[in-house]
């Protein structure tokens, strides 16, 4: 995604996760899926700032990968910045 054509209202900084746990009262494993956004308005970025918070992102994204599947088996991580929807 090119961020010449759009402005940081555009966009969020989302944080994704996903990973299997040992639930007390289940022999199963119980998914987890958590999701955090940020609106980037307020931040007011041009697009060389965009684009070095994109790779910040992607850099926080490895390290979070990396620390959580050494806790658990089964572990996703997403951060990015993304398009903002609709009526948000």
């Avoid at 926080?60 to 929807?85: H, I, K, M």
Wanted: aromatic share 12%.
């Amino acid at each position: 995604m090119y961020f010449s054509e759009h402005n940081s209202e555009e966009f969020t900084l989302v944080e994704e996760f996903f990973f299997l746990v040992d639930a007390p009262e289940s022999s199963e494993l119980q998914p987890i899926h958590l999701i955090a956004q940020i609106d980037l308005t307020e931040f007011r970025f041009t697009e060389s700032e965009l684009q070095k918070l994109r790779r910040l992102a992607r850099k926080l994204e490895f390290a979070l990968s990396d620390e959580f599947s050494r806790q658990w088996a089964a572990a996703s991580v997403v951060v990015e910045v993304r398009a903002r929807q609709s009526g948000r």
